[in-house]
């Protein structure tokens, strides 16, 4: 098995926001499991891609969502022409030949799925394939890293206190501004002053998070509107486009944040 | 009965009421003379026919026991009407004021037409006034001791609304006080914070709640905090004004058209948001003049809003487009103000005059300097006032309206505890500033009774206890059949943890209660996964398929490829909010088990909490109690996303206390449901009876107040339940929840396991 496709090649651009490079090598020299919690569009799968070509491992990233099965993470039997073959999931590729697992937002997956993940974060670094019948042991180089957005949690969609606790956890939240306008202005190539508009306009709408939005304008969010500035776009129908549009279809919020990118600009 | 005019102009008696009328009068010659000097002037400005209908209707109110003066009264605004009126107006006045003299006395029919009178121009058509004057004439039928209350507002009233809106306005304080005459007249008076509310809703017509939310929400964003807006009917009030932490939002602007409301309320929200977090501390008032006053307002105004377009450019688009004053060479305060104004909030504007200049340049030198020192701005102030006085340029502080039209009028900005007694001007203007703020900001309280000494007894509350405002509700009030916009404040106080051991102790003693929970649970639990079969993804293979799948390929044929079996676990949607009453009457001991009707009710939520989170239900619960209707008190006890656990400590630190304003208590747990996306949606409000407030006289009122809350939750797709406790708690609760949505439970003690079973049976096919 090949897994040169998972290889980072070019160095993924990643401003760091604190002690997070440092935390990560320490924690991947240990292989102790890591939780990167932190709001979305916050520049954590980033970060992964960052640190995976820094130690120059490969990385197989899995999106969670609701419909996730175990399978859709271990594997299956598939059929072909002679019967029935088993084929190996994305979770124990990485586990059989060693590369960094990335399952980001963990929580959108059911608790039943998540549960497949336990014995690989103890000492026993396994991965039983009850289908098959086998135990995967991981590879040495094998780690895994998880993400998690609290703001998002419901009594529904959380993890469980028996997942969480396997975890050491880094805290991410938006860069702080002048580090986030950096960030907006190479990401969508657009000039500082417009980054420093936008990166305004998110920090207001943040302060909306649970108050209208469930979270305010991502750095995410940012670099598309940047993006779209770059091509061409006006300011405020970029915002408009990427922003308001996007984040509500409630008419006072969106009024509201249409009065917010009026405001900025 | 056939009205006067119309007998009289019947063609037996042709043109001969006038005569008639005369022959009558004779004896009293003064009057005799002024009658036939009016009827000289209607004749000269209509037909006979009419001049005699017209006679017919002064005889008929002469006959009414009006009295020369009543009758001086109409001639004399008739004097000013003739030139531009209609007959049928004209005869609408005298038939009026004949109702009115009959049933309210000549006096206060003359009050009445007099007031009418004052407002009327030299040559209008009077048509306005006749129909202002026949409501009042319908007021009088109905009761007449209104009459005269109302006439001492007059002017205060029919500024803030046109005729249909006064008629409504009237109709309201009938419909309030059907009875008591004392209430009535502190309505019609405009003595009653009630009869003030009722008018700026009738005069409406540019509202400022519709712009709430929106406003709400761009002042979090923009500054981190949230307005607190109370919109006020009251004719001093002509611009917004800062009150504490209070913003007063005149109903009525005079001048604003309706298209520029949205960008002017933004304007004037977001400018007192300006002041709210930089101008740090108010202004001593000393020795200044009214003149130095409105100077230290107008720069101070600069000042904040520039140091909110350093962060937010774009805002000086929104205010600086609001600013209309041209430039020109007029040297009054108004015009001179007006363009500082504008030139301190534009750079580009340009205006030759040379004291705005200098102001200007003193401005623009000490913000650059240090645009956080707020002193410099009474220095210049002072600098600029003392030249207006050279310059002999008066100012009339009483007609003095700030401009443009978003600004407060900057009374709110100003420490009035330090006047100088000698300060005679700026004391007057003190005296405005506390006006209406004492009244609106302390009182608060809808049925204000009319004397101050019946001031309704809010339970004492400590300044900095307030709770933060979460939400403005509507209220229903039963006999004006209508929501009154905005009229209950829900504030949040966060829970007091208490300590758990107690409330943990009685959980684990419960343990029989809690098994029978559990066994309904696992019930609950059992809708059983169905199985997906033939599926091209699943968990699991389908074997009946795959077999199938085999044969094909053993026969070469092409196999079906949906081998897979998912399951799906038809899963229960169902959330659950929980409504907690925690009035002071759930302090009553329960019979027999030392614990109170409030803490047998917290050990039954811990429980059901509990039952829930083995369900998987999503569950918040919030404690509810109101102090009057400026003070409905929300303790959120556990939030959709928070484990039950974390509800232990506040519902073992909840404390008995204050009343029951069960219809807010719902709007606000509706508006908490409601937003969220579940197949079935339960409110459940469990509460120990009828509800009852400190400012409410009627329990009806907030029955139906419930009532109609609840009819509204189940429109939002709810399902609303009553748990109703104690003995003949449940006819209470049904009549507000109807009798099948409504649970008794007599034995407070039997609460716990009854509340989880309750559940159970409502949610589980
Ligand atoms: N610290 C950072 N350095 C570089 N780019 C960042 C950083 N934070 C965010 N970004 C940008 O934001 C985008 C969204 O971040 P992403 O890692 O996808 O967020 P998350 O995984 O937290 O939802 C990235 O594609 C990247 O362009
Ligand atoms: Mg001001």
């Not at chain 2, 040559?123 to 006034?129: P, W």
């Not at chain 2, 996303?641 to 909840?654: C, I, K, S, T, V």
């Not at chain 2, 409601?674 to 009828?690: F, K, M, P, Q, Y």
Request: glycine share 6%.
């Amino acid at each position: 098995m090949n897994l040169d496709q998972y290889a980072i090649a070019e160095e993924p651009f990643y401003a760091p926001v604190a002690e997070e490079v440092v935390l990560f090598e320490a924690a991947y020299a240990e292989r102790i499991p890591l939780m990167l919690k932190g709001p979305t569009g916050c520049g954590k799968t980033r970060f992964v891609e960052h640190m995976a070509w820094r130690l120059k491992r490969p990385l197989i990233t899995v999106a969670c969502h609701e419909d996730m099965t175990a399978s859709d993470l271990v594997g299956r039997y598939l059929l072909d022409a002679d019967g029935t073959v088993w084929r190996d999931g994305p979770l124990t590729e990485a586990v059989r030949h060693g590369a960094i697992c990335y399952l980001d937002e963990i929580v959108e997956a059911r608790q039943d799925t998540t549960v497949v993940i336990h014995p690989l974060t103890d000492e026993r670094r396994v991965l039983p394939l009850d289908k098959r019948n086998e135990l995967v042991a991981a590879h040495p180089d094998f780690f895994l890293v998880i993400s998690y957005n609290p703001g998002y949690q419901s009594a529904v969609k959380d993890l469980k206190e028996s997942t969480k606790q396997r975890f050491a956890a880094i805290d991410f939240t938006y860069a702080h501004a002048d580090r986030e306008t950096a960030i907006v202005a190479q990401e969508a190539g657009i000039a500082l002053d417009i980054a420093e508009k936008l990166v305004r306009i998110a920090s207001a709408s943040r302060n909306l998070g649970g108050r209208g939005l469930d979270e305010g304008a991502s750095t995410r969010t940012l670099i598309r509107a940047g993006k779209l500035i770059a091509r061409g776009i006006g300011i405020a129908q970029a915002c408009d486009m990427t922003i308001v549009s996007a984040l509500t279809d409630d008419r006072d919020t969106r009024g509201a944040l249409r009065s917010v990118v009026s405001a900025c600009l | 009965m056939v009205p006067a005019s119309l007998r009289l102009s019947a063609p037996d008696e042709g043109a001969h009421s006038g005569d008639v009328l005369a022959r009558r009068l004779a004896g009293r010659p003064e009057l005799a003379a002024r009658f036939a000097a009016a009827r000289l002037l209607v004749a000269r400005h209509v037909e006979v026919a009419d001049a005699d209908m017209w006679a017919g209707s002064v005889a008929a109110l002469y006959d009414a026991n009006a009295g020369p003066a009543l009758l001086e009264a109409l001639w004399s605004l008739e004097t000013r009407l003739l030139p531009g009126t209609s007959v049928p107006a004209l005869l609408a006045l005298w038939s009026a004021t004949r109702t009115l003299c009959r049933h309210a006395g000549a006096a206060v029919a003359r009050r009445a037409v007099e007031a009418v009178a004052a407002r009327v121009h030299y040559g209008e058509d009077g048509a306005h006034l006749a129909a202002v004057l026949r409501i009042l004439a319908g007021l009088a039928e109905r009761a007449a001791d209104a009459v005269a209350p109302l006439l001492d507002a007059f002017d205060d009233i029919v500024d803030a609304v046109d005729a249909s809106g006064l008629e409504a306005w009237i109709a309201d304080g009938l419909a309030l006080h059907p009875a008591d005459r004392r209430r009535r007249a502190a309505y019609f008076r405009l003595a009653d914070a009630a009869a003030r509310q009722r008018l700026a809703e009738r005069a409406g017509a540019i509202r400022y709640a519709p712009h709430e939310e929106r406003l709400r929400k761009v002042t979090r964003a923009l500054f981190g905090f949230e307005p607190e807006v109370r919109v006020i009917a009251d004719r001093g009030l002509r611009r917004t004004r800062l009150a504490g932490g209070l913003l007063l939002m005149p109903a009525r602007f005079t001048d604003l058209p309706a298209a520029e409301a949205p960008t002017t309320f933004e304007a004037a929200v977001l400018h007192a948001a300006c002041h709210r977090a930089f101008t740090t501390t108010r202004f001593a008032v000393g020795r200044m003049k009214p003149v130095q006053l409105a100077l230290v307002a107008l720069l101070e105004d600069a000042r904040v809003e520039r140091l909110a377009t350093r962060r937010y450019p774009g805002l000086a688009r929104l205010w600086g487009g609001l600013h209309h004053a041209p430039a020109s060479r007029i040297q009054t305060i108004p015009s001179l103000f007006a363009r500082l104004a504008r030139g301190l909030a534009d750079p580009a504007f340009a205006d030759g005059d040379g004291w705005i200049a200098k102001a200007r340049r003193l401005f623009d030198d000490a913000f650059a300097a240090d645009p956080a020192q707020q002193s410099f701005v009474p220095e210049i102030a002072r600098v600029i006032g003392h030249d207006l006085g050279q310059l002999r340029i008066p100012f009339d502080a009483k007609g003095y309206v700030v401009q443009p039209l978003y600004r407060d009028d900057g009374l709110g900005l100003f420490d009035w505890a330090e006047t100088d007694p000698e300060n005679a001007d700026a004391l007057e203007l003190m005296v405005e500033a506390a006006r209406i703020r004492e009244e609106e900001v302390d009182a608060g309280s809808s049925d204000a009774p009319a004397e101050p000494g019946e001031r309704a007894r809010a339970q004492p509350r400590a300044e900095d206890e307030e709770g933060t405002l979460i939400a403005l509700h509507p209220e229903w009030h039963h006999r004006l059949r209508a929501e009154q916009p905005d009229h209950v404040t829900v504030r949040l106080y966060p829970a007091a943890e208490g300590a758990t051991d107690p409330l943990r102790a009685r959980l684990a003693v419960a343990r029989g209660v809690r098994a029978r929970i559990d066994a309904l649970v696992r019930r609950a639990r059992l809708d059983r996964p169905t199985r997906l079969r033939r599926r091209m993804q699943g968990d699991d293979l389908d074997l009946e398929a795959a077999q199938e799948a085999m044969q094909a390929l053993r026969l070469r044929e092409m196999p079906d490829p949906r081998i897979h079996m998912a399951k799906h676990r038809q899963g229960r949607d169902v959330a659950l909010m929980l409504l907690l009453d925690i009035s002071q009457s759930t302090a009553d001991p329960v019979a027999g088990e030392g614990e109170t009707v409030l803490s047998t009710a917290a050990l039954s939520v811990a429980l059901l909490g509990e039952a829930l989170a083995g369900l998987g239900d999503p569950f918040a619960a919030d404690a509810f109690a109101s102090n009057g209707r400026a003070d409905v008190r929300i303790t959120p006890l556990k939030n959709f996303d928070e484990r039950w656990e974390a509800a232990l400590p506040r519902l073992a630190g909840l404390q008995p206390a204050y009343s029951t304003r069960l219809g807010a208590a719902l709007r606000h747990g509706a508006a908490r449901l409601a937003s969220r996306a579940h197949h079935r949606r339960v409110l459940v409000v469990v509460t120990d009876g009828e509800p009852s407030d400190i400012d409410v006289e009627e329990s009806e009122y907030l029955i139906e107040d419930a009532k109609h809350a609840v009819a509204r939750a189940r429109g939002q797709g709810l399902d609303v339940f009553c748990v109703a406790l104690g003995e003949a708690a449940d006819k209470a609760g049904a009549a507000m929840f109807g009798r099948r949505n409504t649970f008794g439970v007599t034995r407070v003690s039997e609460l716990p396991q009854r509340l989880a079973a309750l559940y159970y049976q409502l949610t589980v096919r």
